[in-house]
Nanobody, 125 residues
Framework: VQLQASGGGLVQAGDSLRLSCVVS????????MGWFRQAPGTEREPVAT????????EYADSVKGRGTISRDNAKNAVYLQMNNLKTEDTAVYYC???????????????????WGKGTLVTVSS
């Protein structure tokens, strides 16, 4: 299973950004999916997770109301829409796949089976 994230870049505070992650090698519908991020000098943290069927989602408090995770299993893809970006959103964003979205969110690395390479999001003031 391979995960390829894209959509990162340099944006200004207040802008919006949509990250995409395409899953190859297996049907994405078999997995819960999530987005994590790691800012310089910090540990990787969950941003949002979504269940395999797309019914359940969880968000970090820092992005609630600004972020939306979604998935299109027909396209083997998962997305993260981030609005009203803040400088503190600057981080490398990672796409991840696991067995259970709740476990991924609560246990982080221990709940993840597969990681994609990160995509850098830089938010300037």
């Amino acid at each position: 299973v391979q995960l390829q994230a894209s959509g990162g870049g340099l944006v200004q505070a207040g802008d919006s950004l949509r990250l995409s992650c395409v899953v190859s090698g297996y049907r994405s519908s078999a997995y819960a999916m999530g987005w994590f991020r790691q800012a310089p000098g910090t540990e990787r943290e969950p941003v949002a997770t979504i269940s395999s069927g797309g019914v359940l989602s969880e968000y970090a408090d820092s992005v609630k109301g600004r972020g939306t995770i979604s998935r299109d299993n027909a396209k083997n893809a998962v997305y993260l829409q981030m609005n009203n970006l803040k400088t503190e959103d600057t981080a490398v964003y990672y796409c991840a796949a696991g067995q259970h979205s709740g476990t991924m969110f609560r246990e982080g690395d221990r709940g993840v089976d597969y990681w994609g390479k990160g995509t850098l999001v830089t938010v300037s003031s």
